[in-house]
């Protein structure tokens, strides 16, 4: 079992960053979704447990940066040159091992409760 807690999310200017944490213990992939009202939920980016690669969606190339400390269990996603069309509910989720950077939603097991970005114009 691995408990998924989300911080960091807000309210932001177009251009501007922030900085998602996501705790959990245990060892897994992990990545990070978002879903905009009356969307489907969207891959942003994944890392895998020990060599930390990286892999990015659309969504995720070039503004975003997703990176994790395991020592203290913690997984990050670094936002910058925000856009309104980032405005989303964000969500950490975790991967058994074997499914390596995995962009499909049904192969992660465990998700964070959720945190909203909004950013304005």
């Known amino acids: 079992q691995v408990h998924l807690v989300e911080t960091g999310g807000g309210s932001v200017q177009a251009g501007g960053s922030l900085r998602l944490s996501c705790t959990g213990s245990?060892?897994?992939?992990m990545a990070w979704f978002r879903q905009a009202p009356g969307k489907e939920r969207e891959f942003v980016a994944a890392?895998?447990?020990?060599?930390?690669?990286?892999y990015y969606g659309d969504s995720g190339q070039g503004r975003f940066t997703i990176s994790r400390d395991n020592v203290s269990n913690t997984g990050y996603l670094q936002m910058d040159s925000l856009q309104p069309e980032d405005t989303a509910v964000y969500y950490c989720?975790?991967?058994?091992?074997?499914?390596?950077?995995?962009?499909?939603?049904?192969?992660?097991?465990?998700w964070g409760q959720g945190t909203q970005v909004t950013v304005s114009a």
């Open positions: 890392i895998t447990w020990s060599e930390h690669s990286t």
């Open positions: 245990g060892t897994y992939t």
């Open positions: 989720a975790a991967a058994p091992l074997r499914f390596r950077l995995s962009y499909r939603p049904t192969d992660y097991d465990y």
